[in-house]
């Protein structure tokens, strides 16, 4: 009787450490591929004015959404965004690369818009900071995030319908 009590008492011990070193292993799995993102603005007086996205983790981040918002308003574009920063419908030349739903390599740096322009840079710079720029990516293994510039990363389920989604640079 204390045989087969000891062996029962065995196989569940046994089975509690399966399943926990599983769980290990998930969680082992799930950071080696973790990726991070971060939106910085970058300025050079009179050069340049320019957004940057890096992923500073460990994976590959898969770009699902991103708003780009001027007083809280969405935004369509990089040139509607400018214009809504500095209050005026003028031309602005700039360089764009696409942004929303790409995927950012480890350690990529990718100028999301950049204005060469000294009179818009000018204006640029001495604008309020009244943009806002959110991004929710996931990993390979879809686990989502909720980042941008002035807001802190969250962890989310998904990034169904979580912002406006109607950037399309």
């Known amino acids: 009787m204390i045989t087969a009590l ?3 008492f065995i196989g569940v011990v046994a089975l509690i450490i399966g399943a926990y070193q599983a769980k290990v292993a998930s969680d082992q ?3 080696s591929v973790w990726p991070y993102l971060e939106i910085t603005r970058h300025s050079s ?3 340049n004015f320019s957004f940057q996205i890096v992923n500073k983790g460990v994976g590959p981040a898969l770009i699902q959404s991103m708003d780009v918002l001027v007083d809280n308003k969405p935004m369509k574009g990089w040139t509607s965004a400018y214009r809504a920063m500095i209050n005026e419908d003028i031309n602005i030349k700039s360089i764009y690369s696409t942004t929303n739903k790409a995927v950012i390599a ?3 740096t990718r100028k ?3 204005v060469k322009d000294k009179d818009v840079i000018t204006k640029l710079q001495k604008a309020t900071d009244n943009i806002k720029i959110k991004v929710c990516y996931c990993s390979i293994f879809k686990d989502c995030w909720l980042s941008g510039r002035g807001i ?3 962890e989310v389920s998904s990034c169904d319908n979580l912002l406006n989604d109607v950037f399309e640079q």
């Open 6 to 8: 000891s062996a029962v």
């Open 152 to 154: 802190e990363t969250t």
């Open 112 to 114: 999301m818009s950049d």
């Open 29 to 31: 799995r799930a950071a």
């Open 106 to 108: 480890v350690q990529e």
């Open 45 to 47: 007086q009179g050069k």
